[in-house]
């Protein structure tokens, strides 16, 4: 029933390398988010977008990048990746055009590990 | 400082009985309040949603209080099921703010 897709959902791999996680929805969302959570901790918003060609940073600094280039498509890019950046991320979309409250709908993560 | 809180420590129940979970939250001022179920490895699931002119709102075997004097939502699944467990999330969004700021969430085992 997921209209919203993240790939890859577990990823192992070796400092210093560039990593792209994918986030893609069909619901026609225009509001998207990208979330990190640590096992029993809170979601930290890193970075959201309000449509096309708009993307903000959220609470939680972050050395990863976002692009929107498409309606349906907000990857997060690691240029380098370190140990600390190990954790889960999350993305998730929501109608912007009937209301700030509307819900977020998510992916099921990214299990990110860097060795 | 802001803060959500959320019982750290796991809700134990039999099943068939009622489960209450409760969100507290400090120097926000909430237009609404969600609650998200997330089980293991997945992502959050949204429920329900409350805003800050309602003080209840009820779906199925679901019901969800909002008290803004006691700055505290309550989260009750009647009749409880071992399919109900899982970590439920509080979230809020404030007058003017743009965010959901979430909970960490408190982790339900209905016992069979």
Known sequence: EADIYQTPRYLVIGTGKKITLECSQTMGHDKMYWYQQDPGMELHLIHYSYGVNSTEKGDLSSESTVS???????????????????????????????????????GDGTRLSIL | SQKIEQNSEALNIQEGKT????????NYSPAYLQWYRQDPGRGPVFLLLIRENEKEKRKERLKVTFDTTLKQSL???????PADSATYLCALGETGGFKTIFGAGTRLFVKA
């Open chain 1, 68 to 106: 929107r280039i498409r309606t349906e498509h907000f990857p997060l890019t690691l240029e380098s990746a370190r140990p600390s950046h190990t954790s889960q991320y999350l993305c998730a979309s929501s109608d912007g055009g009937r209301g700030r409250d509307q819900p977020q709908h998510f």
């Open chain 2, 19 to 26: 489960a209450t979970l409760t969100c507290n939250y400090t």
């Open chain 2, 75 to 81: 989260f009750h699944i009647t009749a409880s099921q």
